[in-house]
């Protein structure tokens, strides 16, 4: 009689993973695993590797006060890192200010104060980055710095020059691009009297092709 029991309980404990196993059935899902995809437009720069762009600014012309400055710039990508570029500019100086508070003479006729110049600059685009506009537009954009030399007529002679400065270059499309630029134009000259170093601030915009 207590075998029998024994058996019979021995079967109900051993039975009973079997049943509950039997019971539980599949796994429910608890999380949806599916996730709706953004669709990203990201402008891209030509397969072409040249830009041109005639843009227009402000020059600050040490001791000749501000004024328009304008010109056209080309540039050839050789890689994703680096251009090489050419400008071409102009603008005037306008009197000293020792000549506006004197109230004499002019001390340079009014074609000396053409300002000309035109460099050969390096370009590093150090920073490429992206803009999103909204949730679909993406742009490419790149911050880069530039130093080159070349040239600067001025008050009837030539000033051997150096152009370091940095911009800001915007992918509207696959062709056209918006550009900001900041350089400094830098010449030693003796125009009164004795050698100084001259700082002159360029600020300018663009609008740039590439193909």
């Given at each position: 009689m207590e075998n029998w029991y024994q058996r019979l309980?021995?079967?109900g404990l051993l039975g009973m993973p079997l049943?509950?196993?039997?019971?539980?059935?599949?796994?429910?899902?608890?999380?949806?695993?599916d996730i709706e995809r953004r669709e990203l437009r990201q402008v891209d720069i030509d397969t072409e590797d040249f830009e041109v762009s005639v843009y227009s600014g402000i020059l600050s012309i040490q001791d000749f006060e501000s004024d328009v400055v304008y010109g056209v710039r080309a540039a050839w990508h050789i890689t994703e890192d680096f251009f090489v570029e050419g400008s071409y500019g102009q603008s005037e100086g306008d009197e000293t200010s020792y000549e506006k508070l004197s109230g004499g003479s002019p001390l340079f006729a009014g074609g000396e104060r053409d300002y000309t110049f035109y460099n050969l600059s390096l370009g590093w685009n150090a920073l490429p980055g992206e803009i999103f506009i909204t949730d679909r537009y993406a742009f490419k954009s790149d911050l880069?710095?530039?130093?080159?030399?070349g040239s600067t007529d001025f008050l009837d002679d030539?000033?051997?020059t150096v152009t370091a400065g940095a911009g800001y270059r915007l992918l509207l499309t696959d062709w056209l691009a918006w550009r900001l630029d900041v350089r400094d134009h830098i010449f030693d000259r003796d125009t009164f009297g004795e050698d100084e170093t001259t700082h002159n601030l360029e600020l300018s915009t663009a609008l740039t092709v590439f193909f």
């Amino acid at each position: 009689m207590e075998n029998w029991y024994q058996r019979l309980v021995l079967a109900g404990l051993l039975g009973m993973p079997l049943v509950a196993q039997a019971g539980e059935g599949p796994p429910r899902q608890v999380v949806n695993p599916d996730i709706e995809r953004r669709e990203l437009r990201q402008v891209d720069i030509d397969t072409e590797d040249f830009e041109v762009s005639v843009y227009s600014g402000i020059l600050s012309i040490q001791d000749f006060e501000s004024d328009v400055v304008y010109g056209v710039r080309a540039a050839w990508h050789i890689t994703e890192d680096f251009f090489v570029e050419g400008s071409y500019g102009q603008s005037e100086g306008d009197e000293t200010s020792y000549e506006k508070l004197s109230g004499g003479s002019p001390l340079f006729a009014g074609g000396e104060r053409d300002y000309t110049f035109y460099n050969l600059s390096l370009g590093w685009n150090a920073l490429p980055g992206e803009i999103f506009i909204t949730d679909r537009y993406a742009f490419k954009s790149d911050l880069y710095f530039v130093l080159g030399a070349g040239s600067t007529d001025f008050l009837d002679d030539n000033w051997f020059t150096v152009t370091a400065g940095a911009g800001y270059r915007l992918l509207l499309t696959d062709w056209l691009a918006w550009r900001l630029d900041v350089r400094d134009h830098i010449f030693d000259r003796d125009t009164f009297g004795e050698d100084e170093t001259t700082h002159n601030l360029e600020l300018s915009t663009a609008l740039t092709v590439f193909f």
